[in-house]
């Protein structure tokens, strides 16, 4: 029985009525719907970060959840249309661009199906080519959301190993340091999360309070060099003092707090910014 709970997620903003257009369809094919956002401000074609924000969101919502991600530059060519299944029981429907990148590395996915648009395509749409959001995604998720079909009704499964990946940067660590790469901002505060763990990071000793080296690099230009305290809370330092920290999804991340690091030192995120995070002399 599924729970009725649909989860957008676009790149399509909220100045026109994209959005609303999706709601509706949702809302024509179940009115008991429970349908709601998880973002609509992915930065245009940014497959990335919509694969990302997936991975920050989902594993809040309860089983049976359906989520409908649309970041798809490549709407109207031969790239799949798709939903899949998580191994929590949850489901998106995407299309397989790189979308699914993190849930498949971080989350685990039992199975991917693709849509059989000839079944699953809101009625009358069949020339129109660039709004799959709408009369594809929004369409099938809705009649899974509410029940009117199964997910082995989407259409043929097939392999989980064929997903399309994006690529996903290393963590290095040595006896005194870490590396790894900033994945993602929390865009509104301008925080740098990167891809190292709580975990891994720990290993190496590291103590709340004591001094960090950071060099943050854009491939072979270094573009940040200096020591940083490691905190568990922002108000472990002053305002406009920087701090690394534990994030939300238990990975490092560094700020200034009550600031915006990503703004002051104009940093950026693909696998080309990595950060290094090195003990002192003194702390070993």
């Known amino acids: 029985m599924m729970n009725k709970l649909l989860v957008f997620q676009s790149d399509f903003g909220l100045v026109d009525g994209a959005v609303a257009a999706m709601y509706g369809v949702a809302f024509e094919v179940d009115e008991n719907l429970r349908a709601y956002n998880l973002t609509h401000d992915i930065p245009p074609y940014n497959i990335w970060e919509a694969s990302y924000r997936l991975f920050q969101a989902m594993e809040y919502w309860p089983e049976d959840t359906v989520f409908v991600s649309v970041v798809d530059p490549g709407v109207g060519s031969v790239r799949k249309s798709v939903v899949v299944k998580t191994v929590n029981n949850q489901y998106v429907v995407t299309p397989d661009n790189g979308t699914l990148t ?16 000839t079944r699953h ?6 020339h129109s080519y660039t709004f799959h959001g709408r009369d594809v995604y929004a369409f099938t998720g809705a009649k899974l959301a509410s029940g009117i079909i199964g997910f082995e009704d989407v259409g043929n499964k ?21 590396k790894g790469t900033i994945d993602i901002l929390d865009v509104r505060f301008g925080s740098l999360w990167t891809n190292i763990s709580r975990e891994d990071f720990t290993k190496l000793g590291f103590q709340f309070g004591e001094k960090v080296e950071v060099i943050i690099r854009n491939g072979a230009r270094t573009i940040y060099n200096n020591r940083i305290t490691y905190g568990k809370s922002f108000a472990d330092v002053y305002i406009s003092e920087q701090i690394i920290y534990v994030n939300s999804l238990y990975r490092m991340a560094i700020a200034i ?28």
């Open 102 to 117: 993190h849930l498949k590395k971080y989350v685990g996915i039992s199975e991917i199906r693709e849509i059989e648009e």
């Open 121 to 126: 395509r809101r009625k009358d749409t069949e």
């Open 158 to 178: 097939f392999s989980v190993n064929s997903i399309v990946e994006l690529e996903m940067g290393d963590v290095e660590v040595t006896n005194n340091s870490i």
């Open 257 to 284: 707090n009550q600031g915006n690091f990503a703004k002051a030192y104009n940093i950026s995120t693909d696998p080309s910014w990595t950060v290094e995070f090195k003990r002192l002399n003194n702390n070993i």
